[in-house]
């Protein structure tokens, strides 16, 4: 049974259309490097390589040079692909080390992972570009030398962070005269326009070239046993097969290892003939998708690593049945550890052809390590600290040459004939995989157009696999707008609900879809955050 779209809760903005493309990201000037470049003649690829480096200008504290990315892409003949760039942690990163140096800090030297994103962007451009990485990057170049505005978002990141960014000379440029900027302040980057110009030309040099070498120089003298080796193996991106899952009369592709986007399936998979019979984001639907969310969590803790096969719930009837039963008995697991924030951003572009790429960048926690490499604007992630454990013989323990398991997460989903139906992803830590389910479940179970479900009144468990958290008690935490009736009813059925103001639940989505009677594509940018979705 299908709920009509009708009965969906209406967002205060219409989704924005294109016949010719569309892109959505959570920043104006993010989504107009897209839509430029789409307007020009580039395609989906070209667009989304455009905005990944404009974003590391307009949202510095949550993506960079130094952090991640991961992308997914559908080409016009129905073939997906991932491409996966995260890095590993130091060579003399043994556990002892850590345990000697007493723990994961989580920021500094020792919190640092490789560097994956230019990695990845770079090999999502020789697979499917048709513009120079020159042409592509010199907007964000010349944006970076000229100045964005900051925004109130940036504002605020820099507010929280101003002690720790203070203390390294290249993000103490973010502040004035000790604090945060005034919004509307322009945000001048000199030494970061040169290095985007130098990698557009190379972006091997970050990881094999002077710039790896300053870099990983920087951070032994930081104390993290970082031997340059693991620096080039990081650099090393291809193309890889997606997981794929059947739900709701569709197919949804997600991103693979280290992302956790086989957790979004497990969801889909255990919720796949139980939603659409229910009033959307009424308590049985939310008590459902939480309960999925536990579950994969549970899963998660107990047995995932990036260096072994992901678990797979989709295909073991039994298991699933289980989890189905443990849903309706109310007998969930108890929570391991987990954190729904993080700072990431994300962003979707459609061509008119019918190429999709859905890209999220990170640098795991706000402003990653806060510590940038001497004289080049390139402020380095600290997901080894957000990702590994240090727990004895766990297949997530910090490890040289094992990537720690990620949050950021990008799913595609196609109908029964491979035909483009909808993109989209969301930044917000361990809340990604819930909220990706959430946003499949009102497209799919509910019809719900793009911008009513990202702006859908959202929920999360929490915790569930972060190692900070482990042994603290389960929370639903859930935005008012699911109204105190369904709160209550959620309170009865035995979770512990935490409200979270109408928009405080987290994450900035991003979701295209493609009118399936028309063919015209319809876009939503999550009003949480300040992305626009535009059409050409």
């Not at 497990?266 to 009424?282: F, M, R, S, T, V």
């Not at 398991?405 to 917000?428: C, F, K, M, Q, Y």
């Amino acid at each position: 049974m299908t709920v009509s779209a009708r009965t969906f809760p209406q967002s205060g903005r219409v989704s924005a259309l294109g016949a010719d493309g569309m892109v959505s990201a959570s920043h104006p000037a993010i989504s107009r490097a897209g839509a430029d470049v789409l307007a020009s003649g580039g395609n989906a690829v070209d667009a989304a390589l455009a905005m990944a480096a404009v974003a590391w200008l307009a949202l510095p504290g949550q993506c960079g040079i130094g952090g991640d990315a991961f992308a997914l892409v559908r080409e016009p003949g129905g073939a997906v692909r991932s491409f996966g760039g995260s890095g590993f942690g130091p060579d003399g990163g043994t556990p002892g080390f850590y345990r000697a140096a007493g723990g994961l800090p989580r920021y500094g030297a020792l919190s640092v992972a490789g560097p994956g994103a230019v990695a990845a962007l770079s090999a999502l451009h020789a697979a499917g570009a048709t513009r120079s990485l020159e042409q592509l990057w010199e907007p964000a170049a010349r944006l970076a030398t000229t100045g964005l505005p900051c925004t109130a978002r940036t504002r605020g990141d820099i507010d929280e962070h101003r002690e720790r960014l203070a203390t390294d000379p290249s993000t103490a440029s973010l502040l004035r005269d000790g604090r945060a900027p005034a919004v509307g302040t322009r945000l001048i980057r000199p030494e970061l326009a040169a290095t985007i110009a130098a990698l557009s030309r190379d972006p091997g040099d970050l990881y094999t070239g002077s710039l790896a070498e300053r870099t990983v120089t920087a951070l032994v003298a930081g104390g993290a046993p970082f031997s340059g080796d693991e620096w080039v193996a990081g650099g090393d991106v291809h193309a890889e097969e997606p997981l794929s899952c059947s739900y709701a009369g569709h197919v949804v592709h997600q991103t693979p290892l280290p992302t956790p986007g086989w957790m979004v399936l497990d969801q889909l998979a255990i919720c796949d003939g139980e939603l659409g019979g229910h009033e959307p984001l009424g308590a049985p639907a939310v008590h459902w998708l939480a309960g999925a969310a536990r579950i994969a969590f549970d899963e998660r803790y107990r047995s995932a690593g990036s260096d072994r096969p992901a678990p797979d719930l989709r295909g073991a009837a039994d298991a699933l049945a289980a989890a189905r039963e443990r849903i309706r008995a109310g007998d969930l697991p108890a929570p391991a550890g987990a954190r729904p924030d993080g700072d990431t951003t994300s962003m979707v572009a459609v061509d008119a052809d019918g190429r999709a790429v859905g890209l999220i960048e990170s640098l795991a926690f706000t402003f990653g390590a806060g510590l940038a490499v001497p004289g080049t604007g390139i402020v380095l992630n600290n997901r080894l600290a957000r990702g590994a454990y240090l727990v004895p013989g766990h297949p997530n323990e910090v490890a040289p040459r094992r990537r720690p398991l990620h949050t950021l997460n990008s799913w595609i989903v196609t109908d029964a004939e491979g035909h483009l139906r909808h993109v989209g992803n969301t930044p917000g830590g361990d809340g990604q995989v819930q909220w990706n389910a959430q946003l499949i479940s009102h497209l799919l179970d509910h019809g719900a157009g793009p911008q009513d479900a990202v702006d859908a009144p959202r929920f999360s468990v929490f915790p569930g696999s972060d190692a900070g958290d482990l042994g603290s008690p389960a929370e639903l935490r859930c935005e008012d707008r699911l109204g105190a009736g369904v709160l209550a009813d959620l309170a009865a059925r035995g979770h512990d609900v935490v409200r979270a103001g109408d928009l405080g639940g987290g994450g900035s989505a991003q979701v295209v879809s493609v009118d399936r009677d028309t063919g015209a594509l319809a876009g939503g940018a999550d009003s949480r955050q300040e992305g626009v979705a535009l059409g050409v």
